[in-house]
């Protein structure tokens, strides 16, 4: 069994090493550049169009409805212990490395979204399905990599992401903060899941449209809270981020020091793990969108990147850093507790803040990865294979709560990196396509409103 655990790990190390992480951040410098940094340049009408309303074009739910579908799998536990893990790894540097990958992500997210909306279809049901396994399979022409991609999600969302860490976070923090019972926490979750779920997409996405802005707007103010009460830190902090990103960082307190390339390496790895970015998973929710644009959802998707990372996650760090948590020789959510305990002068409400926060992130990304399993086994098996599948979602979130298995982790680790891999060959594949869209986007509204927003040139 120890053999297989360290067969596991290496395999684990290999994949999420250094040549996934530059074909992830090389796939995203490409679109960047190609797109003529359209990530910047557009983010200002991105961030309209969020908040627009358009009754234009064929889905299931809005535009807004499944960005929040997607940021409710992305802004998840990632953002509270992905930070401290990074920045306990690779030191401050870290959280500046985590911004190259979001901004370059931005680009990665806005094209695999745009795809999936071009090559979605209309399931037996007449719900929209869409994602890596359709432009995979109607726009590379490959039914194996489609077919894989979605072998994979199904793992994730089964033994990964979806599933026990969420639900450990879950009863942990319930029963340190509030002293309920792991048995009951476990009982009232699934209950909950359950009844969220069997609703399908439009349920799901009505609680995530009301729950994901509502805990992110509870979240970010707790950090400024935080990021306030020390704002004499502040400057300092960011300096430190910035001079930690190009130089070794020496050993101090808890922190063992650590050298520039594991800085990249632990911010990198962190940052795709929180936004997600070309792992093919929002495209899956982005699909569903009623638009009558693939670049307009490819814009509103991108934000997410924007959201979970440039903001969320920077908070947190910046939070870690300037109340000196990152030096303790605390890791994970326990470090995160330290930083709001220290940074709020309260051993009560800090922690309770962070346990809040940790439940609602860890909740709603069960509920978007439950969707994005969904989606691949209607991609698999047809509609007919979707009782079945929530079945078995919810007798794992039932269990969850009782699992110990280290090898499980590991597991997950490697069939999430594994995403990855065919959605990126989609993505370098259908380049040509998302170049051309938005090309003719951009020509057709250079001088008339996209629902009123002004297009920028």
């Known amino acids: 069994m120890n053999n297989l655990q360290s067969l596991l790990q290496s395999l684990d190390s290999f994949i999420w090493g250094p040549p996934l992480l530059i074909l992830l951040v090389g796939t995203g410098a490409y679109f960047t550049f190609r797109l003529g940094l359209l990530q910047f340049r557009h983010l200002p009408t991105a961030l309209k169009m969020v908040f627009s309303k358009s009754k234009a074009g064929s889905g299931d739910i809005s535009s807004f409805a499944a960005l929040c579908t997607a940021l409710s799998a992305t802004i998840g536990t990632g953002n509270i212990v992905g930070v401290a893990t990074a920045i306990k790894l690779g030191g401050p540097g870290a959280l500046f490395w985590m911004w190259l990958a979001a901004v370059f992500g931005m680009a990665t997210k806005y094209a695999e979204c745009l795809l999936a909306v071009k090559y979605r279809k209309v399931d037996d049901k007449g719900e929209m399905v869409g994602g890596p396994m359709y432009y995979l399979r109607y726009g590379v022409g490959s039914k194996v990599l489609a077919s894989l991609f979605a072998v994979f ?190 940074g709020l002068d309260s051993d009560t409400v800090g922690p309770l803040l962070v346990s809040i926060g940790l439940i609602f992130f860890a909740f709603t990304t069960i509920l978007g990865w439950n969707y994005y399993g969904e989606r691949c086994v209607v991609y698999l098996f047809g509609t007919k294979g979707i009782l079945t599948y929530k079945v078995i979602f919810i007798a794992l979130i039932a269990s969850g709560a009782f699992l110990h298995l280290d090898m499980i982790w590991i597991i997950a680790d490697i069939v999430n990196g594994l995403m990855a891999i065919p959605n990126l060959i989609g993505l370098i594949a259908l380049r040509h396509v998302v170049i051309a869209e938005t090309k003719l986007f951009f020509k057709l509204n250079d001088d008339i409103d996209v629902d009123g927003i002004p297009a920028q040139n």
């Open 153 to 342: 999600a199904i793992g994730v969302a089964f033994f990964g992401i979806g599933t026990f860490p969420q639900v450990n976070a879950i009863v942990d923090a319930s029963h340190l903060s509030f002293g309920i019972s792991r048995e009951l926490s476990a009982t009232v979750l699934t209950i909950l899941v359950a009844i969220v779920t069997i609703g399908g997409i439009k349920s799901i996405a009505k609680v995530a449209g009301k729950v994901v802005p509502a805990m992110a707007l509870f979240y970010i103010l707790a950090c400024l809270s935080v990021l306030i009460t020390n704002s004499e830190h502040l400057i300092g902090a960011i300096q430190l981020v910035l001079t930690s990103a190009f130089s070794s960082t020496a050993a101090t307190g808890g922190f063992l020091g650590a050298g520039m390339m594991l800085a990249i390496q632990s911010g990198i790895a962190r940052g795709v793990f929180s936004n997600e970015s070309g792992l093919g998973s929002a495209p899956m929710a982005a699909a569903a969108a009623k638009t009558d644009s693939c670049v307009r959802q490819g814009l509103i998707s991108m934000t997410g990147t924007f959201f979970d990372t440039i903001i969320i996650c920077t908070m947190t760090g910046l939070a870690l850093i300037l109340t000196g948590a990152w030096q303790t020789e605390l890791a994970g959510a326990a470090m995160t507790t330290h930083a709001f305990a220290v």
